[in-house]
């Protein structure tokens, strides 16, 4: 079973690059506080590197 991750949107895109913004939305988040669940693999971890200054990650247990 793939392990799972919590991402939540802590901090707004308007002064992010559109590049950035197109990742916090394809990660499936829109509105400040928002929070999705999915799974670690390595395309996902990758997009949330790239905004890792705008979200925060828990592992899911």
Known sequence: MAKKIIIRLVRSTIGALP???????????????STVEQEASPAILGMVKVVSHL???EERT
């Open 19 to 33: 590049r950035q913004r197109a990742t916090v939305r394809s990660l499936g988040l829109r509105k400040i506080g």
């Open 55 to 57: 979200v925060s990650v």
